[in-house]
């Protein structure tokens, strides 16, 4: 069974990263809107520390985390907005500090957890590993929009080999979430790390294929960013498709960005906008979708 030390450890420094670029921000900054219609940078937070709860309560309260989610099935459409509008109409300074003793606390309960542990969530059932990679592509997600709204340019880390691996693993989830069967065969992923080091998956051999960098492919499946802005190359018709459709977020498809640039993708990007809030994410072969949980990339 792997350590997941070190993706808890990730997940701390991506939030530690985010704290710093928001933790100076004026009153007049924390309320400015951010890629996500309707949401401002403090919305951005309080959808992020909300989730924390949740995934806290998941870890240590299975009742009352059920209750939760009955009260999310009874307003499928409107408890992410609702609860990041609860949030956002704190000060500033109570809604960071908020956050702060909520992650820390997830933080605790992740690295106490028996080895083997699982623990319930709106999609299937997580691992300690599981949770935190969640935790992190939704934190490194929502920071992009974030530093949108503030002028700030993130510069990307090997971090994103946690949101590169789920994206790669939720691919049939994908598929299942647009009522498609997906294909029977695994693609081949080769992706360029921030470092410059490849990360691959599936066979080498693979007929159908996805190339291009690491970052590019991380915007497009929690959907900051639309494929046209995207320098990433698909080979075979299955593959194609699936860069029209991917996402690494639990819920129904997400309506994602529309395109910044037209001809040939830029080849850096920026912090691409991307949907609101979007709830907590899942790992392996995700269920069918359930409930509506944030549009991570859809927000």
Not at 99 to 127: H, I, K, N, Q, V
């Amino acid at each position: 069974m792997a350590d997941p030390t070190p993706v808890i450890d990730d997940l701390r420094a991506e939030s530690d990263e985010l704290d710093l670029m928001v933790a100076e921000s004026s009153p007049e900054q924390w309320a400015l809107p951010t890629p996500a219609p309707g949401w401002t940078v403090a919305h951005q937070i309080a959808h992020l520390a909300w989730t924390d709860r949740s995934a806290l309560l998941a870890v240590t309260d299975t009742g009352a985390f059920q209750a939760l989610v009955e009260k999310a099935l009874a307003a499928l459409d409107s408890f992410v907005d609702e609860g990041a509008e609860e949030g956002a109409a704190l000060p500033p300074a109570d809604l960071l500090a908020a956050w702060r003793t909520g992650r820390t606390a997830l933080d605790e309960a992740l690295r106490a957890a028996p080895p083997g542990a699982r623990f319930p969530w709106y999609g299937p059932p997580m691992s300690v590993a599981s949770m935190a990679t969640a935790r992190l592509m939704e934190t490194w997600a929502h920071a992009g929009d974030v530093a949108d709204a503030l002028g700030v340019v993130r510069t990307p880390t090997d971090r994103l080999r946690h949101v590169a691996r789920l994206g790669v693993r939720t691919r049939d989830f994908a598929y299942g979430v647009h009522g498609l069967t997906p294909p029977a065969d695994e693609f081949r992923v080769e992706l360029t790390a921030p470092s410059g080091a490849l990360w691959a998956y599936g066979p080498e051999d693979a007929p159908q294929r996805v190339t291009g960098p690491a970052l590019d492919f991380c915007l497009l499946v929690t959907q900051r960013a639309h494929r046209a802005d995207l320098a990433l190359t698909a080979v075979g018709p299955d593959a194609d498709r699936w860069l029209d459709l991917a996402q690494a977020f639990a819920g129904p498809p997400g309506p994602g960005r529309p395109p910044r640039h037209h001809g040939n993708p830029p080849e850096h990007h920026g912090n691409p906008p991307e949907d609101r809030g979007n709830p907590p994410e899942h790992h392996g072969n995700p269920p069918k979708p359930h409930g509506r949980p944030s549009q991570e990339a859809g927000r």
